[in-house]
């Protein structure tokens, strides 16, 4: 995974690693319990898809706490990828972690041949998106799985 050589929050290191990585399970704990307990989805519901192919950017503090993981679905070669389960553990918010996934992702996505990223943002995260580059598009939606409105955004990557 390309990683973004400016910028790293102090401590932080980035992996990428996919679905056979031996601490993945810690990949979902984390995003289960940021993205959806606290929204009443209980862990066996279909939270979690499994696509075999899956990218994920993962930080870890000077501890190796996983403390961010960000997902790109497969399809190298596609020209539009997706992103998925970004989330940043609460202790490390407003570090730039998030910023460091999706930098990481992005590169990725170019390097495999992507020209555009989307995602379907969380209202709450428009704004750091927005930062990042992505534009909204359509109008609001409302997850049905969690029951929070949503915002489909792209990047074109350049």
Do not use: N
Not at 95 to 120: I, N, S
């Amino acid at each position: 995974m390309a990683e973004p050589g400016v910028g790293r929050p102090p401590g932080v290191e980035l992996l990428a690693v996919d679905h056979e990585w031996a601490r993945f399970g810690e990949v979902l704990d984390l995003s289960y319990a940021e993205l959806y307990c606290p929204f009443g989805v209980v862990r066996d519901a279909e939270w979690y898809h499994p696509a075999h192919g899956s990218e994920f950017a993962v930080a870890l503090d000077e501890r190796g706490r996983i403390v961010g993981t960000a997902r790109l679905l497969p399809g190298a070669g596609d020209p539009e990828r997706q992103v998925r389960q970004v989330v940043v553990a609460p202790a490390a918010r407003g570090l730039g972690v998030g910023r460091l996934l999706m930098q990481a992702l992005e590169g990725t996505a170019r390097t495999e041949g992507a020209v555009e990223l989307w995602l379907h943002a969380r209202e709450s995260a428009i704004g750091f998106y927005e930062r990042l580059g992505y534009a909204c598009e359509g109008d609001r939606f409302v997850s049905p799985l969690t029951g929070i409105p949503h915002r489909t955004m792209r990047k074109r990557l350049g």
